[in-house]
């Protein structure tokens, strides 16, 4: 029902935030409460969900993380609040490539998350995590289009780079993501 709501964050709690949207205050639970800023402007991407006895908001500070949530409680026994710890953990681009690499011990360490739970993850999400490109800045993408120019250059082949370009921090200068991309193709 509800994609996203603006407003300010008037209060932080430990694993929530009240959002408020003019003169309403609306309760989202989020990963990371302190993350925000009480009296700060924001976008909260959320998640409705609704039962018998209550109705719930879930926040995200990006549509990516929204977007993962959404197909982590898509597993088979995994709910909202087994994943909303899950994005607290972990980052995006190291739980998805956790998920298409099969590495159970990664996502074994998330709370409530035990073996067969796991294995359900990665047989429910492997190769269905394929929103990488959505909501990136056209600076990330030329940025992220250098650093695979230079892994060409360098003799690495369009497949082998692919995998380690989600993973690199595009924040960094271009020599720093060269340098982390080297690492992570000789790992």
Known sequence: MYDYIKGTISTIKNNSIVLDNNGIGYLIHVSN????????????????????DEHLL???????????????ISVKGLGCKMALPILAVGSINGIMDAIERENILYLKKFPKIGDKLAKQIVLDLKGKLEFIGVGISDDQVETENELKEVLIGLGYKEKEIKPVLARVNTSLS?????K????LLLK
Not at 174 to 178: A, G, T
Request: no cysteine; glycine share 4%.
């Open 33 to 52: 409460p302190y993350s925000f800023e009480i009296g700060k402007d924001y976008k909260v991407f959320v998640y409705q969900q609704i039962q018998e």
């Open 180 to 183: 982390d991309a080297l690492k």
């Open 58 to 72: 879930y926040g995200f500070k990006t549509i990516e993380e929204k977007d993962l949530f959404l197909k982590l």
């Open 174 to 178: 271009i020599e720093e993501q060269v």
